[in-house]
């Protein structure tokens, strides 16, 4: 890090007003004492490769990228990380003294942390995994959970094909089943993760049997907004150990924030309060 200047990094989108990631980065420079800042910053697609292009030369060392600009910003890249090739999206750019953009993706990093912090007793090789959606958040979750070691994932999509499409990306260890035999999978599995919208504050409620679930399943919700989904809720009902989303968007944080700023930051509930408030 260049000590010279104040170091800016932030977070761009569209729209981006909803995003915590300010208050979580925010929070850990004021705990370790690092004069920097971290800004969300509003970007339409059409301006994307002119903002990212100009950004190192205003004395960002780099941003965060959510919705809708994870694939675009992979593409604009000069250097792409093995992991984010993989999940075809970035969420984290880096920028060396050249302006050059390196793309990593952190997301299967925060969601395997968040996992292992929140169930410590799961373990890759316990059973099968359920994974409900096949957006972008899933391919991130499925190439964790596939490098973790788990022995088959169970893949469903309110649309069969895009799960069949991520597949045959991703490989064998994945299996699709039809939305309807969602109960059914759950309940023969050890892990089960929610990674779509249903559930989350302004969406349709997740509406799958969760009768199944009990005391041996650990259940993960990539909703965080609001903290406890009915899906939480339910699993903890019958005795299954539950994990919240909120973990993984701080977990997914820390390596860009020890790149960017030169300080590996801790998980804590001190910044669980920043990002929540």
């Known amino acids: 890090m260049n000590e010279t200047r104040i170091p800016l990094a932030g977070v761009i989108g569209d729209p981006i007003a909803h995003s915590r990631s300010p208050q979580i980065h925010l929070h850990w420079l004021q705990k370790h004492g690092i004069r920097g800042y971290y800004v969300p910053m509003p970007v339409r697609g059409d301006d994307l490769a ?41 969420n984290t750019l880096s920028f060396d003294t050249d302006g050059h953009i390196h793309a990593d993706n952190t997301d299967g990093y925060g969601f395997i942390e968040n996992l292992r912090s929140g169930a410590p007793g799961w373990r890759a090789d316990s059973g099968d995994a359920a994974v409900l959606g096949a957006g972008g958040a899933a391919r991130a979750v499925l190439a964790a959970l596939i490098d973790a070691g788990v022995p088959k994932i169970w893949l469903m999509n ?103 700023f030169g300080i590996r930051p801790e998980v804590d509930e001190a910044v669980r309060r920043a990002a929540l408030a």
């Open 50 to 90: 002119e903002v990212l292009r100009t950004l190192p030369r205003m004395g960002f060392v780099g941003v965060n990228v959510t919705i809708p600009h994870k694939e675009a910003a992979l593409a604009i890249a000069d250097q792409v990380s093995d992991r984010a090739a993989l999940i075809g999206a970035a």
């Open 158 to 260: 309110r649309t069969r094909a895009r799960a069949e499409s991520l597949r045959a990306e991703l490989g064998e260890r994945i299996e699709v089943e039809d939305w309807a035999e969602a109960g059914n999978v759950i309940e023969d599995s050890a892990l089960v993760v929610n990674t779509t919208s249903l559930g989350m504050t302004g969406h349709a409620p997740l509406r799958v049997p969760l009768d199944g679930l009990g005391p041996d399943h650990v259940v993960t919700d990539l909703v965080y907004a609001p903290l406890r989904t009915r899906l939480l809720d339910e699993a903890e009902e019958a005795g299954a150990t539950v994990v919240d989303g909120l973990g993984m968007l701080l977990h997914q944080a820390v390596p860009a924030f020890e790149r960017w």
